[in-house]
């Protein structure tokens, strides 16, 4: 949604909480007031989503014949320039890695949450397509898709690979270049459009929901801080609160988002229709129908 939107502009409902939560459920509960009262809430998501799902993360990927590499050697616009064929492979596994899975409990709830809320803009950090296969709509993505492919020489356009072309890159249409995957490599900025979306909803949203993330890597990271400091409430949901900011507007749940999500979507919702359809992504090719 375009920055102009008069719901990115203004902030309209939630307020901070009076007090500190002392316990999880403290803060489950003051949690779902916040999102029960929310007119706009924007969702960042990291790798723990996708975890829970049975992806690893990057440098847990590096198995098999791809643990004698490091990430400068798999990651970055050099090492593709210098072995587009080995670059192209390992992004090849990961994607038939990624099409073996589905999404979880943490991806459903997002999108329930979505049709309970008059607006809500989802930020992910993640490559896959899990968040669109469990139906959310409309997804911010920082880092790129790992499902796509780019040319390697700024062409405009992106492609689907197919698995018959997981063996070595194919050629842009346009001007014969190699095609790489669409995703933001080390050493590569992220996207300018996508990061001035999500830090303009960063900045609007009434609650701010991280999710999965350990918020130390910039520049993202710093999205749920910029939104506590415009009046947000901040809703961070991890395994682990270590190297988590603290703060009068910030409510820890700590949990897997798979387990705790659900619950806290359930318990701000409950006897809420929702605002909008929910729709369920359709089943992947050869894969049965819930």
Known sequence: MAASDPLLERRRVASPPPTDPQTRAEA????????RAAEHVCVLSGAG???????????????????????????????????????????????????????????????????RVAHCTLVTQNVDDLHERAGSRDVISLHGSLMRAR??????????????????????????????PDVVWFGEPMPIVEFGAAR????????????????????AASLPWTSATHGATVIVVNPSMEGQRRGPSILPIEGPAGVMLPRLIAEAFAGRRARRHETAAPPMSGQPSE
């Not at 040319?151 to 790489?180: H, I, K, Y």
């Open 49 to 115: 989503v996708s975890a829970e799902s049975g992806i690893p993360t990057f440098r847990d990927a590096q198995t098999g014949q791809w643990a004698k590499y490091s990430p400068q050697e798999l990651a970055t616009p050099d090492a593709f320039a210098a072995h587009p064929k080995r670059v192209w492979q390992w992004y090849a596994a990961r994607r038939t890695m990624v099409r073996a899975v589905q999404p979880n409990p943490a991806h459903q709830a997002l999108v329930t949450l979505a049709s």
């Open 28 to 35: 489950l509960s003051v949690a779902a007031r916040a999102l």
């Open 151 to 180: 040319c390697s020489a700024g062409c405009p356009g992106t492609m689907v690979p197919t698995e018959a072309q997981a063996a070595e890159p194919p050629l842009c249409p346009a001007c014969g270049a190699l095609m790489r």
């Open 200 to 219: 303009s909803a960063a900045v609007a949203c009434d609650v701010f929901l991280s999710v999965g993330t350990s918020n130390v890597v910039e520049p």
